[in-house]
Nanobody
Framework: QVQLVESGGGLVQPGGSLRLSCAASGFTLDNYGIGWFRQAPGKEREGDSCISSSSSGGTTYYTDSGKGRFTISRDNAKNTAYLQMNSLKPEDTAVYYC????????????????????WGQGTQVTVSS
């Protein structure tokens, strides 16, 4: 059974940092592309940061929302993906979801189109003073 469980969200002040984790079970995360998506209040869910499978080179892609501040990574030994978020802004407030794709697509397409097969339940990130 494919399962993704996010953790690490919370309340942080502007300029602060958080590291989100996405623990996978029931499959080998190394073989999948991974994406982090966000859904802000009243808005549609959108791609944030994506990384291709290891066999596809582990290529990363960031949308404008997190570019230069966020870093997506994976630890294959732990079957876990991460999103390191630095210099957080109030507009980063959202529910963050991790998702995986078994398909061979570009990371840009995965992020832009939400081309993923499985989703986690999400973790809330609130940036506020």
């Amino acid at each position: 059974q494919v399962q993704l469980v996010e953790s690490g969200g919370g309340l942080v002040q502007p300029g602060g940092s958080l590291r989100l984790s996405c623990a996978a079970s029931g499959f080998t995360l190394d073989n999948y592309g991974i994406g982090w998506f966000r859904q802000a209040p009243g808005k549609e869910r959108e791609g944030d940061s994506c990384i291709s499978s290891s066999s596809s080179g582990g290529t990363t892609y960031y949308t404008d929302s997190g570019k230069g501040r966020f870093t997506i990574s994976r630890d294959n030994a732990k079957n876990t993906a991460y999103l390191q978020m630095n210099s957080l802004k109030p507009e980063d407030t959202a529910v963050y979801y991790c998702a995986v794709s078994p398909w061979v697509t570009t990371v840009q397409y995965m992020c832009a189109q939400g081309a993923v097969a499985n989703w986690g339940q999400g973790t809330q990130v609130t940036v506020s003073s």
